[in-house]
Nanobody
Framework: QVQLVESGGGLVQAGGSLRLSCAAS????????LGWFRQAPGKEREFVGA?????????SVKGRFTISRDNSRDNAKNTVYLQMNSLKPEDTALYYC???????????????WGQGTQVTVSS
């Protein structure tokens, strides 16, 4: 069974940095895309970025956020990171990790989801 567990969220001042982690366990091979989404109160869940062989970013975070991935040899556990720099108050949201087969910005393209980790950026 696939499990995704996010960590690393918190409260940070504008201009600061945070690094989110997502530990993916279960039958997720390197062929899977691991993505990050976020959802602010009253708004729809939106794509932040994803990684498979390449990395993909939303325009709103390009140049500030970086996704990386650490794959275990036996695929028992994969970890994806989201390094967030130059944070802005509008980055405040619940951040979700997701896993799917193809890199896409659409939430429907991801089969597995974590519970989310809160990021709050104060002005």
């Amino acid at each position: 069974q696939v499990q995704l567990v996010e960590s690393g969220g918190g409260l940070v001042q504008a201009g600061g940095s945070l690094r989110l982690s997502c530990a993916a366990s279960g039958p997720i091979s390197v062929r899977y895309t691991l993505g990050w989404f976020r959802q602010a109160p009253g708004k729809e869940r939106e794509f932040v970025g994803a990684i498979r062989e390449s990395t993909y970013y939303a325009d709103s975070v390009k140049g500030r956020f970086t996704i990386s991935r650490d794959n275990s040899r036996d695929n028992a556990k994969n970890t994806v990171y989201l390094q967030m720099n130059s944070l802005k108050p509008e980055d405040t949201a619940l951040y979700y990790c997701a896993a799917g087969l193809m890199p896409t910005m659409a939430t429907a393209g991801y089969k597995y989801w974590g519970q989310g980790t809160q990021v709050t950026v104060s002005s």
